[in-house]
Nanobody, 120 residues
């Protein structure tokens, strides 16, 4: 069965960096566009970034220029490098086996999430 396991979250000060990882199994990883979605307390899910099967990348306006999505198909792993983190980036981050258009609407395509907290 499909399994997505996120890791790499933690607490950092504003301006700091974190790199999230998502190890995938149970499906043909290279054949799917993958996404990162985040959800802050009391808010709905927000699409963050996606990467196509060809390596094309897409970012929300709120993270463009600060975050970088990548994938290693040989390792069935999705990454999100996050730089210049700000308090508004605080959220539970999920990787999703879904493209940008549907990532926030397909909860069953998400992993269990990893918490990112940005605070001084």
């Amino acid at each position: 069965q499909v399994q997505l396991v996120e890791s790499g979250g933690g607490m950092v000060q504003p301006g700091g960096s974190l790199k999230l990882s998502c190890v995938a199994s149970g499906f043909t990883f290279w054949g799917f566009e993958m996404s990162w979605v985040r959800q802050a307390p009391g808010k709905g899910p927000e699409w963050v970034s996606s990467i196509s099967i060809f390596g094309d990348t897409y970012y929300s306006d709120s993270v463009k220029g600060r975050f970088t999505i990548s994938r290693d198909n040989a390792k069935n792993t999705l990454y999100l490098q996050m730089n210049s983190l700000q308090p508004e980036d605080t959220a539970l981050y999920y990787c999703a086996r879904a493209p940008r258009a549907t990532a926030t609407m397909t909860r069953q395509s998400w992993g269990q999430g990893t918490q990112v907290t940005v605070s001084s």
